[in-house]
């Protein structure tokens, strides 16, 4: 039967080709409804036109680029204008009061925060302080976000009477003192970077000594309990 089916069509295509007869249109199914599908793809244009919309504003100028959260962040050569130590006492300040140990300060968390040091805000003023340095506007504050604090306050660009310049000043973390100065040629500009590389490496240094010396200090401490011990056998 294939083999018969097979010779059908194949004298069937060679009657067409010489002429001996039409061809036969063959009938294409209608398309099914998609209407469930219209949906998802109005939301799919409406958020294409809104990203579209969003680059030409920063094309021309009218919007601000918002910078993730999620950004991979070297606070120790972003933030070049504080020492390493000023660094790692943020962060220290920053984890102590991360209560969700989650990365990120929320708003009951700032309010802990404040409510500790000794300067509680209202509602409002809490969110008031996460806005003045939440770049991608997540309404809470990742590390880089709570060092912006300490830089803008170190800049004076921080209101008197704002939460953040309170938040800065009973931090008990002077930034008043260092800062990045503006060189006026390029040699004052060289002699300042190798300064501040300089700094970097003394300051790293320093913590390696550190380090050595608690760990020459806690094998002396074995070193005496297993003598202490040994003289109780």
Same mark, same amino acid.
């Given at each position: 039967?294939?083999?018969?089916?097979?010779?059908?069509?194949?004298?069937?295509?060679?009657?067409?080709?010489?002429?001996?007869?039409?061809?036969?249109?063959?009938?294409?199914?209608?398309?099914?409804? &998609?209407?469930?599908?219209?949906?998802?793809?109005?939301? /799919?244009?409406?958020?294409?036109?809104?990203?579209?919309? &969003? &680059?030409?504003?920063?094309?021309?100028?009218?919007?601000?680029?918002?910078?993730?959260?999620?950004?991979?962040?070297?606070?120790?050569?972003?933030?070049?204008?504080?020492?390493?130590?000023?660094?790692?006492?943020?962060?220290?300040?920053?984890?102590?009061?991360?209560?969700?140990?989650?990365?990120?300060?929320?708003?009951? $968390?700032?309010?802990?925060?404040? $409510?500790?040091?000794?300067?509680?805000?209202?509602?409002?003023?809490?969110?008031?302080?996460?806005?003045?340095?939440?770049?991608?506007?997540?309404?809470?504050?990742?590390?880089?976000?709570?060092?912006?604090?300490?830089?803008?306050?170190?800049?004076?660009?921080?209101?008197?009477?704002?939460?953040?310049?309170?938040?800065?000043?009973?931090?008990?973390?002077?930034?008043?003192?260092?800062?990045?100065?503006? /060189?006026?040629?390029?040699? $004052?500009?060289?002699?300042?970077?190798?300064?501040?590389?300089?700094?970097?490496?003394?300051?790293?240094?320093?913590?390696?000594? /550190?380090?050595?010396?608690?760990?020459?200090?806690?094998?002396? &401490?074995?070193? /005496?309990?297993?003598?202490?011990?040994?003289?109780?056998?």
């Amino acid at each position: 039967m294939a083999t018969e089916e097979l010779s059908s069509k194949l004298s069937r295509r060679l009657q067409i080709e010489e002429g001996s007869e039409d061809p036969v249109a063959v009938d294409v199914p209608e398309p099914q409804d &998609r209407s469930d599908e219209k949906p998802s793809t109005a939301n /799919a244009d409406s958020e294409l036109g809104a990203k579209l919309m &969003r &680059r030409g504003e920063l094309n021309e100028g009218q919007g601000e680029h918002v910078q993730p959260s999620m950004k991979v962040c070297n606070p120790y050569t972003e933030f070049k204008e504080f020492s390493r130590k000023q660094i790692k006492d943020m962060e220290g300040m920053f984890k102590m009061y991360d209560a969700g140990k989650d990365n990120y300060i929320d708003l009951m $968390e700032l309010k802990l925060m404040m $409510e500790k040091l000794g300067a509680p805000q209202t509602h409002l003023g809490l969110k008031n302080m996460i806005k003045e340095v939440d770049e991608d506007l997540d309404n809470k504050l990742s590390f880089r976000e709570f060092l912006l604090i300490f830089r803008k306050a170190a800049a004076g660009e921080l209101a008197e009477d704002s939460g953040l310049s309170v938040l800065a000043r009973l931090s008990e973390i002077d930034v008043s003192t260092e800062g990045v100065k503006g /060189a006026k040629t390029f040699f $004052e500009a060289k002699v300042h970077a190798i300064n501040e590389s300089s700094r970097f490496e003394a300051e790293i240094r320093q913590e390696q000594e /550190a380090k050595k010396k608690q760990a020459e200090e806690q094998k002396q &401490r074995q070193a /005496a309990f297993k003598e202490l011990k040994s003289a109780f056998k």
